[in-house]
């Protein structure tokens, strides 16, 4: 035994209540992020105890009255959670019979249940209904057998022997069973771009006895697309400096419907003898025998040994044509992307301190960081001259992008122009703005207008969004402008440049209420 981790491993609980009305109630102590956690208890309930699973509810404990529980990890919950709830419902069961026996003045030997009725085996007509075991477990305790407690409810746990702590050499079975995958597929490598095509992926899973067909389906093929991104695109890229450089969805590339056809899936069933209900883990699916599988058809495609996943585009074109040669001194100039609208705007907002010192916030490199929207640094380069990188989000694409700022026309403390451009692998903007100070009693209003012109993929998002976006941003920065002097909860006033009473809500918040999800 390891003195360290005496701990049960993955023990898990269901409670299952049973209303005066008969209907009945699962509850689970564990969380579910997708997998189908309710569906898979109600399915178990109702097979038990012989009703229909939608007509079922399962709902979720909190910390002060969950059911024994671990976490929903390592293929775990069909094999410990659904053998719990089967564990419950057989308690039910056992009660239901036991007042049977007492109210129909037969042994229990000779009593069945089935469908929610417990009746005599040779006498069918001698027999108690689900609502009348129901009516006497909650109300008729004068029925009850000797010692029963009243009520409709019971715990089931699950805890087989086999999964013990880990022992002295630090070795622990988490799953006590699991499933078995077999995949092949068929690839084609394009050798002039290095694209990798999955022409067809078959795969078959054994995960014991199916409690849930489309339950199972639908996670193999959540696996399977997992898989996929995880063999041809996604990857984690750090710069010489140790810059995380993929921290964005316009960076780091997932795979979408086009990139991950639709796999033959084949099932068979080997019911697993450690189980109540011969069920294995399938959660994961064919999460690691697909990267396998894909890596090894490209290899045999391209007669190589062996490849580093993710298999890019890039590192397939340099194993079929070498690495890239440097670039040319003298390269032809490409057309210059396709602008959008230029967008303008005008504002402004009231903030309670003097122009002195909303000045020195303006021109102070470490406030001016601290104020603008998805600043991750801020370096002076020149005389009032800076150079920052900043992560902003458009509709639909966000990015990292690199700003270039430089402030002119300095009339300290009434007005200033700022003046720069922004890039990132989004697209890349430019533009200039004024700011101008007045000392409105002990508060400063501070009104501003800007001119900007947008290309890339950014400017592919729309100008009525985009507009409504650099509205958004604005009003994020004074807001915080805002918060430097009154504190944070104080709401700052927008006139006829802004989005009027949405300043201070974030782009997430305005794209969800945009698409009806949000208030």
Same mark, same amino acid.
């Given at each position: 035994?390891?003195?360290?981790?005496?701990?049960?491993?993955?023990?898990?609980?269901?409670?299952?209540?049973?209303?005066?009305?008969?209907?009945?109630?699962?509850?689970?102590?564990?969380?579910?992020?997708?997998?189908?956690?309710?569906?898979?208890?109600?399915?178990?309930?109702?097979?038990?105890?012989?009703?229909?699973?939608?007509?079922?509810?399962?709902?979720?404990?909190?910390?002060?009255?969950?059911?024994?529980?671990?976490?929903?990890?390592?293929?775990?919950?069909?094999?410990?959670?659904?053998?719990?709830?089967?564990?419950?419902?057989?308690?039910?069961?056992?009660?239901?019979?036991?007042?049977?026996?007492?109210?129909?003045?037969?042994?229990?030997?000779?009593?069945?249940?089935?469908?929610?009725?417990?009746?005599?085996?040779?006498?069918?007509?001698?027999?108690?209904?689900?609502?009348?075991?129901?009516?006497?477990?909650?109300?008729?305790?004068?029925?009850?057998?000797?010692?029963?407690?009243?009520?409709?409810?019971?715990?089931?746990?699950?805890?087989?022997?086999?999964?013990?702590?880990?022992?002295?050499?630090?070795?622990?079975?988490?799953?006590?069973?699991?499933?078995?995958?077999?995949?092949?597929?068929?690839?084609?490598?394009?050798?002039?771009?290095?694209?990798?095509?999955?022409?067809?992926?078959?795969?078959?899973?054994?995960?014991?006895?199916?409690?849930?067909?489309?339950?199972?389906?639908?996670?193999?093929?959540?696996?399977?697309?997992?898989?996929?991104?995880?063999?041809?695109? #996604? !990857?984690?890229?750090?710069?010489?400096? @140790?810059?995380? *450089?993929? =921290? $964005?969805?316009?960076?780091?590339?997932?795979? &979408?419907?086009?990139?991950?056809?639709?796999?033959?899936?084949?099932?068979?069933?080997?019911?697993?003898?450690?189980?109540?209900?011969?069920?294995?883990?399938?959660?994961?699916?064919?999460?690691?025998?697909?990267?396998?599988?894909?890596?090894?058809?490209?290899?045999?495609?391209?007669?190589?040994?062996?490849?580093?996943?993710?298999?890019?585009?890039?590192?397939?074109?340099?194993?079929?044509?070498?690495?890239?040669?440097?670039?040319?001194?003298?390269? #032809? !100039?490409?057309?210059?992307?396709?602008? @959008?609208?230029? *967008?303008? =705007? $005008?504002?402004?907002?009231?903030?309670?301190? &003097?122009?002195?010192?909303?000045?020195?916030?303006?021109?102070?490199?470490?406030?001016?960081?601290?104020?603008?929207?998805?600043?991750?640094?801020?370096?002076?380069?020149?005389?009032?001259?800076?150079?920052?990188?900043?992560?902003?989000?458009?509709?639909?694409?966000?990015?990292?992008?690199?700003?270039?700022?430089?402030?002119?026309?300095?009339?300290?403390?009434?007005?200033?122009?700022?003046?720069?451009?922004?890039?990132?692998?989004?697209?890349?903007?430019?533009?200039?703005?004024?700011?101008?100070?007045?000392?409105?009693?002990?508060? $400063?209003?501070?009104?501003?207008?800007?001119?900007?012109?947008?290309?890339?993929?950014?400017?592919?998002?729309?100008?009525?969004?985009?507009?409504?976006?650099?509205?958004?941003?604005?009003?994020?920065?004074?807001?915080?402008?805002?918060?430097?002097?009154?504190?944070?909860?104080?709401?700052?006033?927008?006139?006829?440049?802004?989005?009027?009473?949405?300043?201070?809500?974030?782009?997430?918040?305005?794209?969800?209420?945009?698409?009806?999800?949000?208030?």
């Amino acid at each position: 035994m390891n003195p360290a981790a005496e701990i049960t491993t993955f023990t898990e609980g269901c409670e299952i209540k049973v209303d005066p009305d008969g209907l009945i109630t699962g509850i689970m102590g564990t969380t579910t992020s997708g997998q189908g956690h309710e569906t898979l208890v109600a399915t178990i309930i109702g097979e038990e105890l012989g009703f229909d699973p939608d007509l079922i509810r399962v709902v979720h404990a909190d910390s002060l009255n969950a059911p024994t529980t671990r976490s929903p990890v390592a293929s775990r919950m069909a094999i410990m959670l659904g053998s719990a709830a089967a564990g419950a419902a057989e308690k039910i069961k056992r009660k239901a019979l036991a007042i049977a026996a007492k109210n129909l003045d037969r042994p229990i030997e000779v009593l069945e249940y089935s469908e929610g009725v417990v009746s005599d085996r040779s006498d069918g007509s001698r027999y108690l209904s689900w609502s009348e075991i129901c009516f006497i477990a909650h109300k008729a305790y004068h029925k009850f057998p000797v010692n029963m407690e009243p009520g409709m409810r019971a715990v089931g746990t699950w805890m087989p022997p086999q999964l013990e702590p880990p022992n002295d050499k630090d070795q622990i079975n988490t799953s006590l069973t699991y499933g078995f995958v077999f995949d092949f597929c068929g690839v084609e490598i394009d050798r002039d771009t290095g694209q990798v095509r999955i022409d067809k992926y078959v795969t078959m899973y054994d995960s014991g006895t199916i409690l849930n067909p489309l339950l199972k389906d639908g996670q193999t093929y959540g696996a399977y697309a997992w898989a996929v991104g995880c063999a041809l695109m #996604e !990857e984690f890229v750090y710069g010489d400096n @140790g810059e995380f *450089l993929s =921290g $964005t969805f316009a960076d780091y590339l997932p795979p &979408t419907i086009c990139e991950v056809p639709e796999p033959e899936l084949y099932h068979i069933s080997t019911p697993s003898p450690f189980t109540s209900l011969g069920a294995k883990g399938g959660a994961e699916g064919n999460v690691m025998t697909t990267p396998v599988c894909l890596a090894n058809g490209v290899c045999d495609a391209l007669g190589i040994e062996s490849i580093n996943l993710p298999m890019t585009p890039k590192k397939i074109g340099a194993i079929i044509h070498g690495d890239e040669p440097p670039r040319p001194e003298q390269v #032809e !100039e490409q057309p210059a992307p396709a602008k @959008g609208p230029p *967008l303008t =705007g $005008t504002g402004s907002y009231s903030v309670a301190d &003097t122009p002195d010192m909303v000045w020195q916030t303006l021109i102070d490199p470490a406030k001016l960081a601290a104020v603008i929207p998805g600043c991750k640094e801020l370096d002076l380069i020149g005389e009032n001259e800076y150079v920052a990188k900043v992560i902003l989000g458009v509709g639909p694409v966000n990015g990292r992008f690199k700003a270039r700022v430089k402030l002119s026309d300095l009339n300290e403390p009434n007005s200033v122009t700022l003046s720069g451009d922004l890039n990132g692998p989004l697209g890349s903007s430019r533009g200039s703005g004024h700011i101008n100070l007045t000392a409105t009693g002990e508060s $400063t209003e501070v009104s501003y207008d800007y001119a900007v012109e947008i290309s890339g993929k950014v400017a592919s998002v729309g100008g009525r969004m985009l507009d409504r976006a650099t509205n958004l941003v604005i009003g994020q920065f004074f807001k915080r402008l805002t918060a430097n002097f009154e504190g944070p909860g104080e709401s700052p006033a927008a006139t006829d440049g802004e989005a009027g009473g949405e300043e201070g809500q974030s782009l997430w918040q305005w794209l969800l209420r945009l698409f009806g999800a949000g208030n």
